[in-house]
């Protein structure tokens, strides 16, 4: 080896070694908070010359590092064992003002000192003075644009109410008067998934795929593989963590909480008002954090309302499956709630000041059956044939709506302001597999839920445009279009096509108005597929049959999420927010502004709208 490169190597040695630490502060680029709104602030430095390191924390110009609270502070934190490293994590951190906020973290060691700078924006949040008002989110798991559309031809062709490109009525999300558009991205994906999504209208902030309410930190790689029984779940519970909208309205304002859904009341979406991990799969760790609370944000129970499937997670847990034996269920029944596991017993549940004042309802493991298969209706051939053998033992389970009017029922009980999640869940896992009589007959289940909040707030005299903001939104969009109507009585019709068909393609085309085949052609259309408009007709519960002649025809193009943003609408006191294009984490900060501000000014507009007079589609 030549001389001089041999000195260069050793000079790059020398020079590696002395090099002043590596820091970051494990915040997103975009972090934004509300004032008070509590956050782990984690400081990492790697590249240390040993681990007798120290550190720092300037905000906007002062050193706070006294004031702060006492850190965790860990070591070995990494993958790299040949490289020594310090975190140290201060819990539970917040900012008592609005404003931009510069956060500086200097860690010194005995080869220099290293630094890193985040900057925070803080949105003031304070209702003194004002009246407090409600907020109900809805939630269509993957109800993208096309998935509102097909509730509405189904539910609205019924005793033809849809013709001539007109409808009759509309659906209860329809009528809101404000509609926006929300951008659904990852910190990591353009393609979203229930975990992170939540975690933006929760928070206001984004997360990587699969995490609820935390971000990454160097200790993600020895946290690979962990389920609730295993002994690295630490690694995915240790993550900084952010509070949540239920958390801190809870906490500092009083407000009781809810989630309903019709998945695992543990699923990310209902996990993404109160869970905070690194992987939306221990679901038994979540129920125990919807027990325990999260150190710092809450204490005891996380909700006052829990409605859903998921019962396993609460009563059947073990040391190997979750690391205790608790039964959770039991514990809440000791701490004031009240207990309930089918629909009867749901349903008898008096209201008004009779309600209970706290409510966990549990209706089966896993998640609770589509209302496709509640009602009791013959899937059509190209789905699962639905038997009551599916139903796990649980033959009783309610319906979307009435856990919704129960839940408002204790939430609301002698007045109490509240904040409550609402879920229509197998929209999306009905979609995976493609099962359109799944997805669609659950958009119906979901609009009849956001019917119950309409009537208790915008339409209620006594809440109207006043103390209950509502909104109808989605996590994220699956790929389901809206192809047309099919002739189902037609030989080997086509009324749900999957990603395999190719366009064009020769087929057989049926015209019911020439009453007998067409010539083959390159049309593209699928077999039975005809022009007009359904006929579907009323079968139960105010749910319509799926036995007519002429069906809507959708089809898929995956069997997955998409990236493509979704719609949301508004309704109540500050709904005019909501209006235009946004990213999903505004969805938090726009109901912050609602719940903290007077928004009479905004509303005044919308009564003046409603009074110039449009001709409207029904004269």
């Not at 005793?159 to 659904?184: H, I, L």
Request: negative net charge; glycine residues 10%.
């Amino acid at each position: 080896m030549k001389k001089s490169l041999l000195f260069g190597l050793l000079g790059a040695l020398a020079l590696n070694a002395t090099a002043a630490p590596t820091v970051k502060i494990r915040l997103p680029e975009r972090f934004r908070l509300l004032s008070d709104q509590r956050f782990d602030l984690r400081v990492e430095a790697t590249t240390l010359a040993d681990t007798n390191a120290t550190v720092q924390i300037v905000i906007n110009g002062v050193d706070v590092t006294a004031s702060l609270p006492a850190p965790e502070i860990t070591f070995n934190n990494d993958a790299n064992a040949a490289d020594p490293d310090v975190a140290w994590t201060y819990r539970s951190y917040s900012f008592p003002n609005g404003g931009v906020y510069s956060a500086v973290a200097n860690v010194t060691d005995a080869s220099g000192t290293g630094s890193t700078t985040s900057r925070i924006g803080v949105q003031k949040f304070s209702q003194t003075g004002l009246a407090k008002k409600n907020y109900i989110l809805y939630i269509g798991d993957a109800m993208g644009t096309a998935y509102r559309d097909s509730g509405r031809i189904v539910a609205k062709s019924v005793n033809n109410g849809f013709r001539e490109g007109f409808y009759d009525d509309w659906q209860e999300m329809d009528k809101m008067p404000y509609t926006g558009m929300v951008m659904t991205y990852a910190s990591d994906n353009i393609t979203p998934d229930s975990a992170n999504t939540a975690t933006a209208w929760a928070t206001g902030n984004k997360t990587i795929n699969g995490t609820l309410n935390v971000f990454v930190d160097n200790t993600d790689s020895k946290a690979a593989g962990a389920s609730s029984g295993s002994a690295n779940k630490i690694y995915a519970l240790d993550n900084p963590r952010v509070e949540t909208l239920w958390e801190y309205l809870k906490r500092l304002y009083g407000y009781k909480a809810g989630i309903v859904t019709t998945a695992d009341v543990c699923d990310a979406t209902p996990a993404g008002e109160g869970g905070h991990t690194l992987f939306r799969s221990l679901l038994k760790d979540i129920a125990k954090q919807y027990v325990d609370g999260i150190p710092g944000f809450t204490s005891g129970p996380e909700f006052d309302v829990i409605l859903g499937g998921g019962m396993e997670n609460f009563n059947q847990r073990s040391v190997a499956n979750s690391g205790d034996t608790r039964n959770l269920p039991n514990e809440l029944v000791g701490l004031g709630f009240t207990y309930v596991t089918n629909r009867t017993d749901l349903n008898a549940l008096p209201g008004g000041a009779s309600a209970p004042d706290k409510l966990i309802g549990l209706f089966r493991t896993g998640n609770m059956n589509v209302a496709f298969d509640k009602l009791g209706y013959t899937r059509p051939s190209d789905e699962p044939t639905n038997t009551t053998s599916g139903f796990g033992g649980f033959l009783d389970q309610p319906f979307l709506d009435e856990m919704t009017a129960k839940a408002i029922a204790t939430l609301n009980k002698g007045g109490s302001n509240f904040i409550l999640m609402v879920e229509g869940a197998s929209i999306d896992k009905q979609s995976h597999p493609n099962n359109a009589a799944g997805v669609i007959w659950d958009v119906m289940e979901f609009d009849k839920a956001v019917g119950v909040g309409r009537s208790f707030g915008t339409n209620n005299p006594s809440q109207k445009n006043s103390s209950t903001l509502i909104c109808v939104s989605a996590d994220h969009d699956q790929s389901m279009s809206i192809i047309g109507a099919v002739d189902v009585t037609v030989a080997n019709a086509v009324a749900n096509t999957r990603s395999q068909s190719k366009y064009p393609r020769t087929i057989t085309l049926y015209d019911p108005f020439i009453g007998n085949n067409a010539a083959p052609s390159n049309a593209g259309n699928n077999v039975g597929e005809v022009s007009g408009f359904p006929d579907y007709t009323m079968g139960v519960n105010g749910y319509p049959a799926n036995t007519n002649r002429y069906q809507i025809c959708v089809g898929f193009r995956t069997g997955n999420h998409t990236g493509s943003s979704v719609p949301i609408t508004a309704e109540g006191p500050g709904a005019a927010l909501f209006n235009g294009y946004f990213d999903q984490t505004d969805i938090f900060f726009k109901a912050a502004k609602v719940l903290s501000s007077s928004t009479s000014t905004i509303d005044e507009f919308q009564k003046a709208v409603s009074k110039l007079g449009i001709v409207g589609q029904n004269y």
